[in-house]
């Protein structure tokens, strides 16, 4: 499976922005697919996930409430909806495909697929 990321861009403060993650093949509907963010000189820090089985969602303390990760099996795509941003929020938004186990579905090493990152900016 291939990932292609997109949905980035520049918002005030306040604003909402949805990343969409399209995944080349049906296989995805067996990953768990995760959101992470990587801001420049820092590591790349967990943001959201979504179980295949069962659609269990799971967020970073930082997007709880805020952020919103579902998937659309029909369409092979993974969303985030990213509401009430703030100039914290900016970063590199990556998404991500594996076969991880809920205690380990922070940890960016255990997915084996990625895509190519997208732009996020939130202005003061």
């Known amino acids: 499976v291939q990932l292609q990321a997109s949905g980035g861009g520049a918002v005030q403060t306040g604003g909402s922005l949805r990343l969409s993650c399209a995944a080349t093949?049906?296989?995805?509907?067996?990953?768990?697919m995760a959101w992470f963010r990587q801001a420049p000189g820092m590591e790349r820090e967990f943001v959201a996930a979504?179980?295949?089985?069962?659609?269990?969602?799971h967020y970073a303390d930082s997007a709880k409430g805020r952020f919103i990760i579902f998937r659309d099996g029909a369409k092979k795509t993974v969303y985030l909806q990213m509401n009430r941003l703030k100039p914290e929020d900016t970063s590199v938004y990556y998404c991500?495909?594996?076969?991880?186990?809920?205690?380990?579905?922070?940890?960016?090493?255990?997915?084996?697929?990625w895509g190519q990152g997208t732009q996020v900016t939130v202005s003061s």
């Open positions: 979504i179980r295949a089985s069962g659609g269990t969602t």
């Open positions: 991500a495909a594996g076969n991880v186990i809920t205690s380990t579905l922070r940890d960016s090493s255990k997915y084996h697929t």
């Open positions: 093949t049906d296989t995805f509907r067996a990953y768990t």
